[in-house]
């Protein structure tokens, strides 16, 4: 199957001309589902089962690595120089491998797979290095334990940042800026919790502000490539999908007060309104990634309603729920471009615009 850019990479090399690559992509798209061939969303991390299989055991060497070391370790392995030599191990194996499927062979799931297992050891050794001076001294107060805690996490979230972020400029991995972005919301996370004091809808508020930034971090990356055929394309997908949940998430922390707590009919109705925007700019964008994080709590706000509705029938509640949802996403996902050409009809072709809402050809 082929896709934009490898069309466009076959005219850049001059195999193709740039007529003869725009004729082959008409013919491609007419022959296919326009959803699956041309699509702006192809998960290209996945080129066949071997990448699977050899992600499965990259994660249980690692583990083994990680195991290996503890024995080493012995009965120190609960301190704090015991967690960082255990760990230590396991960041620098993962490294090296990285260098070869990630560097050398370009074997994208499995370099995801080590890219979550640099990320995930540089913040326990961070963490760990920092953790100490407050492990040695007594902890004699709430607030000292967690004030403790929380440089531990900052120490653990700026080394997953700066691994993350090394793991992209070193083998220009698109997938590594959804953990980049996300041991960034941990750093905002750690420091609102500290402020808060558990605060929910100042919780809500941060969350909703951060998920929006790294939408519009992502939108930036959308806008340089609005024909959806380069990396900047597979950096931006990345970030809607660190996005969408923070920002679905913090709406609920500001409309039921928390992320976890059960709606009721107007905070039901309040929560679907939200969420239709959310589906319009979704569709605006292009991109899948507010929808699909969006849909748990579409489910959850039309149970609550059509709950309140049927005066408790639950019969009744999960049936008309599961063809509400059901033919909502099936209606959304089969008539994803007339949707699209519908709600576009009215915005220019041309200029800014365009770049953060790409025109549907036709």
Same mark, same amino acid.
């Given at each position: ?63 083994? /690595? ?72 007594? /902890? ?8 403790? /805690? ?21 083998? %220009? ?112 964008? %292009? ?76």
């Amino acid at each position: 199957m082929f896709d934009r850019r490898e069309i466009r990479a076959a005219a850049e090399e001059g195999i193709l001309t740039a007529e003869q690559a725009r004729a082959f992509e008409n013919f491609v798209q007419q022959r296919s589902d326009p959803d699956r061939g041309l699509s702006s969303e192809n998960l290209r991390f996945l080129t066949n089962f071997n990448d699977i299989f050899l992600s499965v055991g990259l994660t249980i060497f690692v583990f083994g /690595v990680g195991v290996a070391a503890a024995f080493l370790v012995g009965d120190s392995g609960s301190s704090r120089w015991g967690i960082v030599w255990i760990m230590l191990p396991v960041l620098a194996s993962s490294w090296a491998l990285a260098e070869y499927f990630a560097g050398r062979r370009r074997l994208l799931l499995p370099a995801m797979t080590l890219v979550l297992a640099i990320c995930g050891s540089a913040f326990a050794v961070c963490a760990a290095l920092i953790a100490p001076a407050f492990q040695d001294s007594s /902890v004699g107060s709430f607030d000292e334990a967690a004030g403790a /805690v929380s440089t531990a996490m900052y120490a653990g979230f700026l080394g997953s940042a700066a691994a993350a972020l090394a793991s992209h400029l070193r083998f %220009n991995l698109p997938f590594a800026l959804a953990p980049f972005a996300l041991s960034i919301a941990g750093l905002l996370y750690t420091a609102i919790a500290q402020a808060g004091q558990g605060d929910q809808i100042l919780g809500g508020a941060a969350t909703l502000a951060i998920g929006v930034a790294t939408l519009i971090a992502a939108i930036w990356f959308d806008m340089k490539d609005p024909l959806r055929a380069s990396l900047s394309s597979d950096k931006a997908f990345w970030l809607h999908l660190a996005a969408a949940p923070q920002i679905i998430f913090g709406i609920r922390g500001l409309v039921l007060g928390s992320g976890f707590a059960p709606a009721g009919a107007a905070d039901a109705s309040a929560m679907i309104l939200v969420l239709a925007f959310f589906a319009l700019l979704s569709v605006a964008l %292009n991109r899948r990634a507010l929808i699909v994080s969006g849909l748990l709590t579409f489910a959850t706000a039309i149970i609550a309603l059509l709950n309140s509705v049927s005066g408790g029938d639950t019969g009744q509640t999960l049936m008309l729920s599961a063809l509400l949802i059901g033919g909502s996403i099936v209606l959304l996902g089969g008539g994803w471009r007339t949707a699209r050409r519908a709600l576009l009809r009215f915005m220019p072709a041309t200029g800014t615009i365009s770049r953060i809402f790409p025109p549907e050809p036709a």
